[in-house]
C-alpha cells in the first residue's frame, strides 16, 4: 500500500471545501465555535459510521452502488439546496443557524451528501481491502480516517473563529455567498450537469 497516496487521499478530500465545511464556517460566525463543534461531533460519527459500513459491506455495495449513488445524487442535492436556503437566512436571523448546527444536523449531512458518501466507500476498497485482510488493521484504518476528518472539520471550525469578526461584519454577503456555493455543489451533485 502507498501510505503516501493514501493520507494525500484522505486529506485532499476531508480538508477541501464541501457542504459540511461550508455550514461549519458559516455556522462558526453566527453561533461560536463551541455549538458549532457539536455539528463537528455528529459530521465526525456520521464519517466514521459510513467508513465502518464501507469497510463491513463492501462485496454487498458493489453490486447496488450504481442504485445508491443515483439515489444519493438525488437526496443529497434537495439537502444541500434545503441547506443553502438556512444559511443564507443565517444573515438575518439567529433561528436559521441553531436549524443548520448541531449534532442531529452534523450526523444527518454526511448520510446525504454525496462528497462523504462516494470517499467513504471508495477509500476503504481502494487503498485498504486491497493489501489488509484482517479485521484489525481494517478497523484500524477506520479510526485513521475518522480522526483526519474529524481533523479537518475542526480546521474549518479554527478558520471560522480566526476571522469570525471579519466574518459578522460582512455577514449578510457572506451567508449569500456561502449558500450560493452549497447551491454550486448541490447542482453539481445533483448530475443535471
Excluded at 459491506?57 to 444519493?72: D, K, R
Aim: glycine share 6%; aromatic share 14%.
Amino acid at each position: 500500500m502507498n501510505l503516501t497516496s493514501f493520507f494525500i487521499y484522505c486529506i485532499v478530500v476531508t480538508f477541501t471545501p464541501g457542504p459540511s465545511n461550508i455550514v461549519i464556517l458559516t455556522s462558526v460566525g453566527q453561533v461560536g465555535p463551541r455549538k458549532t463543534m457539536e455539528y463537528v461531533w455528529g459530521a465526525t460519527v456520521a464519517f466514521g459510521l459510513l467508513l465502518a459500513a464501507s469497510a463491513l459491506l463492501n462485496h454487498l455495495l458493489a453490486e447496488v452502488l450504481p442504485g445508491i449513488l443515483h439515489v444519493m445524487q438525488i437526496v443529497g442535492s434537495v439537502y444541500m439546496i434545503y441547506l443553502a436556503y438556512q444559511v443564507y437566512k443565517m444573515g438575518s436571523t439567529e433561528t436559521a443557524s441553531k436549524q443548520v448546527t448541531g449534532f442531529l444536523n452534523g450526523l444527518i449531512m454526511q448520510f446525504v451528501n454525496p462528497k462523504v458518501v462516494l470517499f467513504t466507500f471508495t477509500v476503504i476498497p481502494s487503498y485498504v481491502l486491497p493489501y489488509y485482510d484482517s479485521t484489525m488493521s481494517t478497523f484500524l484504518f477506520v479510526i485513521i480516517i475518522t480522526i483526519i476528518g474529524f481533523l479537518a472539520y475542526s480546521s474549518w471550525v479554527v478558520f471560522g473563529s480566526v476571522f469570525r469578526t471579519l466574518l459578522n461584519r460582512h455577514q449578510k454577503a457572506v451567508s449569500i455567498l456561502m449558500a450560493l456555493f452549497l447551491l454550486y455543489s448541490a447542482i453539481m451533485v445533483s448530475g443535471i450537469i
